[in-house]
């Protein structure tokens, strides 16, 4: 009994860690789209001059 509550911890400790690391990520990946954007907007307006 006291190993299964064990490994009910390590899976919620393991999800919650991949939880933190995808909310964090998020940050940097909407940067990255957003610069990205920003570049193809400004190339576009290039070639339309």
């Known amino acids: 009994m006291k190993r ?3 490994n009910f911890i390590e899976y919620a ?6 939880s933190v690391a995808l ?3 998020n940050v940097y ?6 610069a990205r954007l ?3 907007r400004a190339e576009l ?3 339309i001059r």
């Open 38 to 40: 920003a570049q193809v």
């Open 13 to 18: 400790a393991l999800i919650m860690i991949i």
């Open 29 to 34: 990946i909407k940067r990255a789209m957003n």
């Open 4 to 6: 299964k509550g064990q």
């Open 23 to 25: 909310v964090a990520m």
């Open 45 to 47: 307006n290039e070639s």
